[in-house]
T-cell receptor
């Protein structure tokens, strides 16, 4: 069973640029959630995708957008990067269930984004 | 607004010294409370889901309990490999997203 993978591992961008982060979900999982984790903080929910449809969104501006593909892999796109976007971006996959797509989430290792 | 507060922020234990981590929450209706472990530079690792007050779950040296206002993660006879940040998250019964606490950074010294 393949775990959740994310690419790239690290990324450095400058303010105003755009970035795309990628996530491959665990085999058998149909739900993917994205989180932003600043240093010393807990993860903050960005949005969730279930069977290619957005299934919930946190308090993030529209320049954060996403996509889920038929194989349940996913992308996170961030436009017009700001310095405060520097963080660890985590992807988590799950099968859904009683607590929706949040139960028994398996997280990837994350992408460390630095905005200069 | 849903809130999750974890205490203490950091905890240093001697190997074998049992203790508890606290997660206090404020939600209009709890749908689920989750515990995760996060090692430095890695994504969180799922530990437990608790759904209702009075529920308990165990895994090796860890035991999670839940009341209507808080959850405890009890660590019995910890080992150095238990050193990590432990995160708590709650899911409201409404259509609101999962909310994480800031975590408790646990260090177990041999």
């Amino acid at each position: 069973e393949t775990g959740v993978t994310q690419s790239p591992t690290h990324l450095i961008k400058t303010r105003g640029q755009q970035v795309t982060l990628r996530c491959s979900s665990q085999s058998g999982h149909n739900t993917v959630s994205w989180y932003q984790q600043a240093l010393g903080q807990g993860p903050q929910f960005i949005f969730q995708y279930y069977r290619e449809e957005e299934n919930g969104r946190g308090n993030f501006p529209p320049r954060f957008s996403g996509l889920q593909f038929p194989n349940y892999s996913s992308e996170l796109n961030v436009n017009a990067l700001e310095l405060d976007d520097s963080a660890l971006y985590l992807c988590a996959s799950s099968r859904g269930g009683l607590a929706g797509g949040y139960n028994e989430q398996f997280f990837g290792p994350g992408t460390r984004l630095t905005v200069l | 607004e849903d809130q999750v507060t974890q205490s203490p922020e950091a905890l240093r234990l001697q190997e074998g010294e049992s203790s508890s981590l606290n997660c206090s929450y404020t939600v209009s209706g709890l749908r689920g409370l989750f515990w995760y472990r996060q090692d430095p530079g890695k994504g969180p690792e799922f530990l437990f889901t608790l759904y209702s007050a009075g529920e308990e779950k165990e895994k090796e040296r860890l035991k999670a309990t839940l009341t209507k206002k808080e959850s405890f993660l009890h660590i019995t006879a910890p080992k150095p490999e238990d050193s990590a940040t432990y995160l708590c998250a709650v899911l409201n019964s409404g259509n609101t997203p999962l909310v994480f606490g800031k975590g408790t950074r646990l260090s177990v010294i041999a």
